[in-house]
């Protein structure tokens, strides 16, 4: 099939533009220029058949490290290094490209005979084909779109304070350029009195607010998405260990970071969902984003994975026999070859971000965040919380915007609603934090000598060993009627497990 209309085009120079109006291209579309002579369309512009504008051959990813040990004794070490490192992406968006004008007509038929399924679909003959109707949407590549990349940095002190353990405290940070992150680059502009919008096709010039003062005529104002490499992160963590060796029997390793990651669109993956589950989803390359869609910082803020403090313990104990034991036979084979071990870990809760699925309507969104109530704030948020939820509900409100009043988000006091409303509501990205998580296991073994090279072990495993139970996020989303309840747990209960081993 020809492409007839290239909606990458559009959004390329749209992207450039990020916010003055723009009209549709001088005939209303664009042709693929690859499209054989046949079908030249006159007075339309032709355009090129890359995907993306730039191979970017020139990444340049240099790598340097120091370490130095300044004492006779080879006690003390110190560490440091930089490096570029670039993303290799899976292009899985790629492909939703296919999905985009002109690239397929869907058709879906049912009950029909199988000699002719489907009887609506279009001949090959009638491409290009722009349907009229329906909105133009999909989800489309940015023909500028660079390699992603990340510096990393590092720099550390590792002391042995007694034999066999060593304790580190280092500084680990990275910044992250050029990242996937996704956009409705069609969302509708605000026009006003001091700053009207003129339609590059009818010349009206438009003062009032609707949804349909999208860019992007014919263009849904909502699902046209498109992928950029705009996106950064930065992160900066203390992160001390300290390890030991097995040394007497016993052998550990203690680690507590301190961190925070923050970025403008985070991949999905690892954070919390609006229903307060945590999305155990796939990481892809890209990432959406609520809330105003031509601002990068509008949407920056702690990483949706964001745990400012992590501490995890582990530890291995031969238990040594007890001198008494070795009086008594009995005492021997009762006391002797024991084993205990387990692991400790404590984290901080996940950022909850704030939805309202009927917010930013005014901008032709289908979903913002909301609006603080009067006199609220993150502090006032947790406080007075209502028993049985986590945060205080009231703290938040629908950012309603009543006909011919004034846009709060538009900074124009002459940006009048044209019709009912809502607003991209004045809340940040990730303002209030969920519940902390804590897990404990512990496991005990014995050990039975059967031969010099054959031993039977049992075990004892307890997991979650105090049957804590750890909350996930509380529902984020203002419209359910949990709002602000944390109704699920991500920890199973204490499970004990029995385990008979013979090695050999």
């Known amino acids: 099939m020809l492409a007839a209309l290239e909606t990458d085009y559009w959004a390329e120079m749209h992207c450039r533009q ?11 579309i664009v042709e693929a220029g690859n499209a054989p002579s046949q079908y030249s369309l ?25 370490a130095w040990s300044p004492l006779a004794s080879g006690r003390l070490a110190l560490h440091a290094g930089y490096g570029i490192f670039y993303s290799r992406p899976s292009f899985f968006y790629l492909g939703l490209d296919y999905f985009s004008p002109p690239f397929f007509f869907e058709d879906v038929s049912s009950g029909q005979p199988i000699e002719n399924a ?40 590792q002391y042995e304070l007694v034999r066999d353990t060593v304790l580190q405290v280092a500084y680990v940070g990275s910044r992250g350029l050029r990242l996937f992150r996704t956009a409705s680059i069609n969302q509708a502009h605000i026009a006003s009195l001091n700053r009207p919008i003129v339609n590059a096709v009818t010349g009206q010039v438009i003062t009032d607010n609707t949804f349909e003062n999208a860019p992007l005529q014919g263009v849904d104002p909502w699902f046209l998405n498109l992928n950029q490499s705009v996106a950064q992160s930065t992160y900066h963590s203390l992160q001390t260990t300290l390890n030991r060796r097995v040394f007497h029997g016993l052998e550990f390793s203690a680690s507590y970071t301190f961190s925070k990651s923050i970025d403008n669109g985070s991949a999905a993956g690892g954070g919390g969902l609006n229903d307060g589950s945590v999305d155990l989803g796939a990481a892809f390359d890209t990432s959406s ?52 071990s387990g692991i400790v ?23 913002a965040r909301p609006n603080w109530a009067m006199g609220a704030n993150p502090r006032t948020a947790m406080s007075n919380v209502p028993q049985g939820y986590y945060f205080n509900p009231n703290a938040f409100a629908q950012a309603v915007v009543p006909a011919g009043s ?16 809502t607003d991209l509501g004045d809340v940040g990205r990730h303002v209030l934090r969920g519940p902390g998580q804590q897990n404990v296991d512990f496991s005990i073994a014995r050990r039975f000598p059967l031969t010099e090279s054959k031993n039977l072990e049992f075990h004892a495993d307890l997991f979650n ?13 203002i419209s359910r009627s949990d709002f602000g309840r944390a109704l699920a747990f991500s920890s199973s209960p204490r499970i004990v497990q029995f385990a008979l081993k013979l090695i050999f």
């Not at 990020?18 to 209303?28: L, S, V």
């Not at 870990?345 to 979903?367: C, E, K, N, R, V």
């Not at 060993?465 to 989303?477: G, K, L």
């Open 406 to 421: 004034a846009i709060p988000s538009a900074h124009d006091s002459t940006a009048l609603a044209g019709e009912d409303g």
């Open 118 to 157: 489907f009887p609506n679909a279009l001949p090959e003959s009638s491409f290009p084909f722009v349907p009229s109707g329906p909105l133009l949407s999909g989800s489309i590549l940015d023909r500028s779109n660079r390699t992603p990349y990340f510096q990393h940095f590092n720099a550390s002190v």
């Open 289 to 340: 984003t609520i809330g105003n869609q031509l601002s990068g910082r509008a949407n920056r803020g702690v990483s949706d994975f964001d745990r400012t403090h992590y501490f995890v313990l582990s530890y291995v104990w031969d238990v040594p026999e007890p001198a008494f034991a070795r009086a008594s036979r009995a005492a021997h084979l009762v006391m002797s070859n024991w084993q205990i």
């Open 345 to 367: 870990t404590a984290m901080s809760g996940l950022p909850i971000d704030m939805f309202d699925p009927a917010g930013g309507s005014l901008y032709g969104q289908i979903g």
């Open 42 to 66: 006159p007075g339309v512009t032709r355009v090129g058949k890359r995907v993306v504008k730039s191979l970017d051959p020139n990444n340049f990813g240099p790598r340097i490290g120091v």
């Open 18 to 28: 990020f916010g003055p109006w723009m009209g549709p291209p001088a005939a209303g």
């Open 465 to 477: 060993v105090f049957n804590h139970a750890n909350r996930d996020n509380p529902v984020s989303d």
